[in-house]
């Protein structure tokens, strides 16, 4: 193997290498969305919520030390009517005022195939945690990228929509629940404010 060739083939490891090693783990809030679907009196409804943080780590290479963390400020809700949104937010539903916060904490990531996940977690709403579980598609490209996928919960599970609202021909049980969060491989040392040269 010639001189060049030597080069060729380390620079390939170190490409290799390098991709293994990258980390996404910053939310960009911008442009990533987590909407929601149900029925009411059996027609298709739809919604999002407007503020969320995540706290994430997201290594292809080492799924074991992967992380996320999912806050979702409950009053950001929008359902496409202020009336609505005023209501769900009140105590027969969201409960805010108690409540202000519904979170997601990751407890594991497995690989199904390609570039598809398996994500399970803790998911806490109004006071109450259950387990779920989501298929994840990741899509990577350069420093930034993707994640897709979602998830059904039972609404009354958490005790949202009680009294009369418990009436499922009225607000179905089912919710799905959908994201689409963009995320940026940032490394620690780019965050640090540079020191000023004296």
Do not use: C
């Amino acid at each position: 193997m010639n001189f060049l060739k030597i080069i060729m083939a380390l620079a390939l490891l170190l490409n290799a290498f390098g991709a293994a090693a990258t980390e996404y783990n910053q939310l960009q809030q911008a442009q990533s969305t987590l909407t929601f679907g149900y029925r009411q009196m059996g027609v298709p409804m739809e919604g999002k919520f407007g503020q969320f943080s995540a706290q994430l780590s997201f290594d292809p290479a080492k799924l074991a030390s992967a992380q996320a963390h999912i806050d979702v400020t409950l009053a950001s809700i929008d359902t496409g009517s202020r009336d609505a949104n005023e209501s769900i937010a009140g105590k027969l539903w969201f409960n805010t005022g108690l409540y202000p916060m519904g979170s997601f904490v990751s407890t594991g990531v497995r690989q199904l195939a390609g570039n598809r996940y398996q994500v399970t977690g803790k998911l806490t709403l109004k006071g109450k945690t259950l387990d779920v579980s989501a298929p994840v598609t990741f899509t990577a490209a350069g420093n930034r990228g993707s994640f897709d996928g979602s998830f059904n919960i039972k609404r009354l599970d958490y005790g949202i929509g009680i009294g009369e609202w418990t009436d499922l021909d009225t607000v179905a049980d089912d919710v799905q629940i959908r994201f689409h969060f963009t995320v940026l491989a940032v490394s620690p040392s780019s965050t640090q404010p540079q020191r000023k040269k004296p």
